[in-house]
């Protein structure tokens, strides 16, 4: 059974730093790709951040520059730095892994806010 279970969401306030975590089970992990999703209220999600198997990344224009993905494979975790804070970042963040098998974890929440 595949899980992904996220961390480290919170409140913030604009200009701070959060790190989410998500740590997987039930799969090899250094053969997926991972990436991290994003739903803020009234919205659909979409996604925020990529990486392959093998490190590259990719970022939506709007956190660019400010986010950071990454993945420690010896520790089946895959984490999401995020500087710069703006409330527009604020949303639910999941992680997920990549086709051809897409598992969902169950969200942290992140508000950015004064």
């Known amino acids: 059974q595949v899980q992904l279970v996220e961390s480290g969401g919170g409140l913030v306030q604009p200009g701070g730093s959060l790190r989410l975590s998500c740590t997987a089970s039930?799969?090899?992990?250094?053969?997926?790709?991972l990436a991290w999703y994003r739903q803020a209220p009234g919205k659909e999600r979409g996604p925020v951040a990529t990486?392959?198997?093998?490190?590259?990344?990719d970022y939506a224009a709007s956190v660019k520059g400010r986010f950071t993905i990454s993945r420690d494979n010896a520790e089946n975790t895959v984490y999401l730095e995020m500087n710069s804070l703006k409330p527009e970042d604020t949303a639910v963040y999941y992680c997920?892994?990549?086709?051809?098998?897409?598992?969902w974890g169950q969200g942290t929440q992140v508000t950015v806010s004064s």
């Open positions: 039930g799969i090899i992990f250094s053969y997926v790709g």
């Open positions: 997920r892994t990549e086709p051809p098998g897409v598992y």
């Open positions: 990486i392959t198997r093998s490190g590259s990344t």
